[in-house]
């Protein structure tokens, strides 16, 4: 519990990486309490600037421990608590090198602040800070829990209903989703640094060596990123066909 109130102080003192923050925030969170935010963090479908048309959501990318071993997290149901609105139930899988492991959960949002922003101004757009708490299954070997602290963008659409905010999707260091803690060892208690996000991943080091996006570091390419690389190779290439097959898989 010390830990996480540790990266609560942090993440809301410290500058975000996605710049839609230096507009001004305001707290919203008695009068938003009810809306309903799981698309945020599950919807497979968004809508970006040119609202006519949807885009196919991307799987997080993240990273597991020191070394920055390329970590996997998918979820699969995220359901608001009907009794405490600010409260959702998480199911989901995590894999890490070839360990898939389920595990479920809350997210519990702390706040829910609106973004005055200039561009876009049709619509309501936000941004929700709170923490989470996953655990894996205890009857697995290697298993634990998750847990840390997350920030995440939505915005109300033409339909009056909150949607993940990707309007500013192709901006440099855009990211959503960041969720910034620990994985903790039911057997031993270590603990683990484990962050992940949309397009962005908080915290992550030196493993980030992008300017506008994500850019893995040639130093962890054998920590599971050389297919995240090799994917945006020339398309003709075999090197580049495998490797889009593999980040497409649905491993979960």
Not at 198 to 223: C, H, T, V, W
Not at 227 to 251: H, S
Request: hydrophobic share 30%; charged share 25%; aromatic share 16%.
């Amino acid at each position: 519990m010390n830990k996480i109130i540790v990266l609560l102080t942090l993440h809301f003192f410290s500058l975000p990486m996605f710049s839609q923050d230096s507009n001004n925030l305001i707290d919203k969170t008695t009068e938003n309490k009810t809306l309903d935010f799981s698309k945020v963090f599950i919807g497979e479908k968004f809508k970006t600037d040119d609202r006519t048309q949807e885009s196919q959501r991307t799987e997080p990318i993240g990273f597991f421990g020191d070394s920055y071993q390329r970590f996997y997290i998918h979820f699969i149901s995220v359901v608001q608590n009907t009794n405490n609105p600010l409260e959702y139930f998480v199911f989901g899988k995590t894999k890490l090198k070839d360990n898939i492991s389920t595990f479920q959960g809350i997210i519990q949002i702390k706040e829910i602040e609106e973004l005055i922003r200039h561009e876009y101004p049709e619509f309501t757009h936000g941004k929700i800070n709170g923490t989470y708490s996953f655990y894996e299954d205890t009857k697995k070997n290697g298993s634990g829990k998750f847990e840390g602290i997350f920030h995440s963008y939505w915005l109300i659409d033409e339909e009056n209903e909150v949607e993940y905010d990707a309007m500013m999707i192709g901006a440099d260091g855009y990211s959503n989703n960041m969720f910034n803690g620990y994985w903790i060892s039911y057997k031993t208690g270590k603990e683990y640094q484990c962050n992940w996000g949309d397009y962005r991943i908080p915290e992550s080091g030196d493993l980030d060596m992008g300017a506008g996006e994500f850019f893995p570091n040639d130093q962890y390419m054998n920590k599971g990123w050389q297919t995240y690389l090799d994917q945006f190779g020339d398309p003709d290439k075999p090197e580049t066909q495998k490797a889009r097959e593999v980040e497409n898989a649905k491993w979960w």
